[in-house]
């Protein structure tokens, strides 16, 4: 594992900018927020800075990156768009919304960042200094979410810091970010599939294209075992503590994750309780989950009890993310 002495955390302003375009230029490493989670951030064409973002992710590298640009003309150099995805690109980007497109001939992403697939995730994200990251270092970004692997996303620079701190070069912090959960994957490949719930809902997408989006063949059990789709570990986004997911009551002990003005038979037993959102709004539960979770995995709670979240608009995502904290996985020290 490369370390890297200390880790700089910076206010991004246009020196700081500076300062991290450079560092990714010379191979470093920079985390730097988007509206969905902060990002760990690579140049996305120098495949030996590929290599230390994995390393210093505890990633499998079976697990394909996201490479960020800064428009659709940048993304055009690296990727074919079908109609599909040029629709998706005009009305979302920039956003929380990734898709997966066959690469261009001459793409000049590495091979390591793509794992070796003839496709290509790219997003073009929604926050100033993601811009403005982009706009000086004026190549694609690989960055998956700031977090080792397996572990809850970051929304916050501490949370960055808690888990990777030592091992990168720099954090920009802009404070948490807006969305909280991560971008809505589509691949556009001939069929236009939905690879991953995320801070674009669904009914949003199919609107857009006027026709339901295609499901993606189902997670495999565990980590570990090879995946049918890059990205879809059914356990990830773990906290240490189990999950009870959808619990009418709480025991004794056991910490509280609520949802909604009416909390569960016991609550007062609680350990600790955190609401996602109190008035029960879908888009603040998603801006609140991961920082939530962390918060009662730190509690020391054995047990999180969690609420029911609706399915609709953002609940599928947040029922996503929630549904792989709670999968079985392997020991973890
Ligand atoms: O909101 C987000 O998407 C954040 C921010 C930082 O942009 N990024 C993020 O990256 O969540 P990451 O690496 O944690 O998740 C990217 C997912 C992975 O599940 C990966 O397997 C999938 O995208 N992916 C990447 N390239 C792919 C490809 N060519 N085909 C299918 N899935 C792909
Ligand atoms: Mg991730």
């Known amino acids: 594992m490369p370390v ?63 490479a960020h640009v800064e428009d659709l003309a940048a993304a055009r150099r690296l990727a074919q768009f079908d109609a599909a995805a040029e629709r998706l690109a005009q009305v979302f980007w920039p956003g929380p919304l990734t898709l997966v497109l066959q690469k261009a001939p001459g793409c000049a992403v590495a091979e390591l960042a793509t794992a070796g697939l003839d496709t290509i995730a790219l997003r073009a994200p929604d926050h100033p200094v993601a811009h403005a990251l982009l706009a000086a270092f004026g190549k694609p970004v690989v960055a998956p979410s700031a977090n080792r692997s397996g572990h809850v996303s970051p929304t916050t620079a501490a949370h960055v810091l808690a888990d990777l701190g030592g091992l990168i070069d720099l954090v920009l912090d802009a404070g948490p970010t807006r ?48 995946p049918l789709a890059p990205g879809m570990l059914a356990s990830h986004y773990a906290p240490r503590a189990t999950l009870r997911r959808d619990a009418t009551d709480v025991a004794a002990g056991e910490a509280l994750l609520a949802f909604g003005p009416r909390l569960p038979r016991g609550a007062d037993r609680a350990s600790a309780v955190l609401n996602l959102s109190p008035r029960g709004d879908l888009i603040e539960a998603a801006a609140n989950l991961f920082s939530h979770l962390r918060a009662l995995d730190a509690s020391g709670a054995a047990t999180i009890a969690v609420m029911p979240v609706p399915q609709y608009g953002l609940g599928a995502a947040i029922n996503d993310r929630l549904a792989r904290a709670a999968a079985p996985r392997r020991a973890r020290p």
Not at 30 to 38: D, I, L, R, S
Not at 182 to 205: H, K, M, Y
């Open 179 to 226: 969305v909280g959960i991560e971008s809505t994957i589509v691949a556009c490949l001939g069929e236009t599939t939905l690879l991953r719930p995320g801070g674009v809902p669904r009914e949003d997408i199919e609107r857009v294209l006027k026709r339901p989006l295609d499901e993606a063949a189902p997670p495999p059990a565990s980590e570990g075992e090879e």
């Open 4 to 66: 890297t002495a200390a880790t700089r955390l910076m206010y991004p302003d246009p020196e700081a900018i500076r300062t991290a375009a450079a560092c990714l230029a010379a191979g470093g490493l920079v985390a730097f927020p988007t509206e969905t989670v902060y990002g760990l951030g690579a140049d996305a064409t120098n495949a030996a800075a590929v290599a230390r973002l994995y390393a210093a992710k505890g990633r499998p590298s079976f697990n394909p990156l996201i």
